[in-house]
């Protein structure tokens, strides 16, 4: 290996530039040095011939060796440091939350299935209804499989200038909750959000005369006209 004539030769470079195309090789020349020495290597083809024999002699130490495969982690760390954090595809931030998902439906399914959520077994709840000015005579009936409060009009008419409004009084509670007007239909069905459907079961079903429109405060306002507790019929 032979290079340029010593007198050529930078100050930066000690043992030559035999010794610096061999750090060159392995890549050990800090910046400023290897911008000088690839500058010199453009114009310089002993230099060059030097280059290339390094790079054959420091081969020839892997010869024999077995190429192993680096980890996916090195690859992913050489790519974070060489070009920053790369972005991750759409789906791969995804997968988390569709894997949540889907656990939060087998564990619903498994809940249901085993019937912990099984609304089927449930019971109707049934109140009889009677109010004597004006004469009626209701059934109130909730349905858990469908969460529907349903009042039936069997006998008398409902009045036209005031409204019968339908009230819930949870078990263990004096605190009424409104559940919806009356209808001048023979069937009234009120569909009910779940936490109050939760409530009906020991609860008790009130009626009372409002204003048109319903109470404008947050409790009855007129007199309760008829009260009885929703219970399972035959009980």
């Known amino acids: 290996m032979s290079g340029p004539a010593d007198n050529d030769l930078p100050r930066d470079f000690p043992g030559g530039w035999e010794a610096a195309a061999a750090e060159y090789v392995l890549g050990l020349l800090p910046a400023p040095e290897r911008k000088a020495f690839e500058k010199r290597l453009l114009d310089d083809r002993d230099l060059e011939q030097d280059v290339a024999a390094w790079q054959e002699y420091f081969a020839s130490f892997a010869e024999g060796i077995a190429p192993q495969e680096a980890p ?10 060489l070009f920053g954090a790369v972005r991750k595809p759409v789906w791969r931030q995804l997968v988390p939350y569709l894997l949540g998902a889907i656990t939060a439906a087998a564990i619903a399914w498994g809940v249901s299935f085993s019937g912990m959520l099984d609304t089927g077994n449930a019971p109707d709840l049934w109140a009889d209804l009677e109010i004597r000015a004006p004469e009626l005579v209701l059934l109130a009936h909730y349905a858990p499989d469908s969460q529907t409060f349903m009042v039936r009009r069997d006998a008398g008419t409902l009045p036209q200038d005031r409204s019968l409004e339908l009230w819930l009084i949870p078990e263990g509670s004096n605190t009424p909750v409104s559940i919806g007007l009356l209808q001048d239909v023979t069937l009234t069905e009120i569909p009910l959000p779940d936490e109050l459907a939760e409530q009906v079961p020991g609860a008790t079903v009130a009626i009372s005369d409002e204003p048109l429109g319903g109470s404008p405060a947050a409790g009855p306002t007129g007199p309760v006209l008829t ?9």
């Not at 996916?72 to 440091?81: H, I, S, W, Y």
């Not at 009260?227 to 009980?235: E, K």
């Open 227 to 235: 009260l009885a507790t929703m219970l399972p019929r035959g009980d």
């Open 72 to 81: 996916p982690q090195v690859l992913r760390r050489l790519e974070a440091q």
